[in-house]
């Protein structure tokens, strides 16, 4: 059985050590806070914000309380805020042990693809960027294949790149993936999924 | 020095002209001028360029401005949540420059801060590294971006005293500092202008050396997405 969304997240969750400061993103990523456990993790918001807590309570919503989502968030008795200079200052800075991502598509020399496709999503990369050339490791949670069954791993990145060489870690509903010199390591897979089914559905050099 | 003015028009005559460049303070719609943009867009000054993070939505935050087609160019990070910029960009109204936004961030402070330009290895690799200068530093490459230099800032603050000194609230101090600090003539409003001597000087987050301008008034402060957990799931 390949991994769901949540369970993606349980496994990131395990990939950070107590004392970390982490900056989770959008999509999946969220998810890894429900999965921390004891372990003492700080989460940062790269809007401005240090100890981010979960969701508010109906009628408890603060508008001058987001996360990098633009949801409404809360804080904690650790909680710090900051401009965004400072913010980018301490991913920049390398301050922040781990980002984990969501990506559209990821290379075997670890370039990371997640913030454009010409001519339908132009959005832009908020601080993605900042974020992959920034912080102490990134960690890639994502599915396998996209929706036409494609495999996300590739040989080359066909789409606008967010970072080249930075992805560290690839998590999929099929497996770990570490990235290695010269290609992608499997390091684990999800219960009852075997090395063959990732290869075959793995477009990238596998070491 | 008489910095408080009666309100956002007022704070903001003279200042205006077609063509020019503007830093806007704001994360989404968190912390934006709101009582500033609603004055931008009644003057009918128009040609803007924008440095902001984000556009606002279709009728709040700069959105009013892209209605009665003022902006003619945005550098911003993300600019998802809004369709009438993304029918503009498409149709090819209006020019974006889009920047990291730790990039866009340190290009509002280096120039609040008299720097031309800074190097960085956020971007190297990608689109917006092309026809930058690159720069080797102990083994790593990096690229040099340039410092943002505005004409006006308009930002918002929670509370300022009568000199500018000022606090931001929560998350929504954001990028209003950076941009305060590039323009030639910063213009704030707040939520509650209060006497000289009621901050604690130890805790201003923004000195009023880099507020020329001060209004206070009535915020809608519109949240994007609403976002909750219930109690029984808690």
């Given at each position: 059985m390949p991994w769901d969304r949540n369970q993606m997240a349980e496994r990131a969750a395990r990939e950070l050590e107590d004392g970390m400061y982490v900056n989770l993103g959008i999509?999946?990523?969220?998810?890894?806070a429900n999965y921390v456990g004891d372990k003492d993790i700080t989460l940062q918001s790269e809007n401005g914000m240090l100890g981010m807590g979960p969701f508010p309570f109906e009628g408890e919503e603060d508008p001058d309380l987001i996360n990098a989502g633009k949801q409404t968030i809360t804080e904690m008795d650790r909680t710090a805020y900051f401009d965004s200079a400072q913010s980018f200052g301490m991913i920049r800075g390398g301050k922040i042990a781990a980002a984990i991502l969501g990506a559209m598509e990821v290379a075997e020399n670890g370039d990371l693809a997640n913030w454009m496709i010409p001519?339908?999503?132009?959005?832009?990369m908020g601080g993605a960027m900042d974020l992959v050339a920034g912080v102490g490791r990134v960690i890639v949670v994502m599915d396998h294949t996209n929706k036409h069954g494609d495999s996300k791993l590739l040989k080359e990145c066909t789409l606008p790149l967010t970072g080249k060489g930075v992805v560290d870690l690839i998590i999929t509903n099929l497996g770990v993936l570490d990235v290695q010199t010269n290609g992608l390591h499997i390091v684990e897979t999800a219960p009852d999924v075997t090395e063959d089914e990732i290869r075959a559905a793995t477009e990238a050099t596998l070491v | 020095m008489k910095k408080i003015f009666a309100n956002a028009t007022e704070a903001l005559d003279g200042l205006l002209h077609d063509d020019m460049l503007i830093a806007a303070g704001g994360f989404g719609l968190c912390g934006i001028p709101e009582l500033l943009l609603q004055a931008i867009k009644d003057s009918g000054v128009k040609n803007l360029t924008f440095a902001s993070n984000n556009a606002g939505v279709d009728d709040f935050g700069i959105g009013i401005l892209l209605q009665t087609r003022q902006v003619s160019k945005m550098m911003s990070s993300y600019v998802g949540e809004n369709d009438e910029f993304m029918r503009q960009y498409l149709a090819g109204e209006l020019e974006i420059e889009f920047n990291p936004q730790g990039t866009l961030a340190e290009r509002m402070r280096a120039g609040g801060c008299g720097i031309p330009g800074f190097y960085t290895k956020t971007g190297v690799g990608t689109q917006v590294a092309e026809g930058k200068e690159h720069k080797d530093f102990n083994g790593e490459t990096y690229i040099m971006e340039e410092g943002i230099f505005a004409d006006l800032s308009i930002v918002k603050a929670w509370k300022a005293d009568e000199t500018g000194n000022c606090i931001f609230r929560k998350t929504a101090r954001n990028f209003n500092p950076p941009a305060a600090m590039c323009g030639k003539v910063c213009v704030m409003e707040v939520e509650e202008i209060v006497p000289v001597g009621t901050l604690d000087p130890d805790h201003?987050?923004?000195?009023?050396?880099?507020?020329?301008r001060l209004i206070q008034g009535e915020h809608?402060?519109?949240?994007?997405q609403r976002t909750v957990r219930s109690k029984e799931t808690a």
């Open positions: 999509g999946i990523p969220t998810l890894v001519g339908k999503l132009v959005k832009g | 201003i987050h923004l000195p009023g050396i880099y507020v020329n809608e402060k519109r949240i994007e």
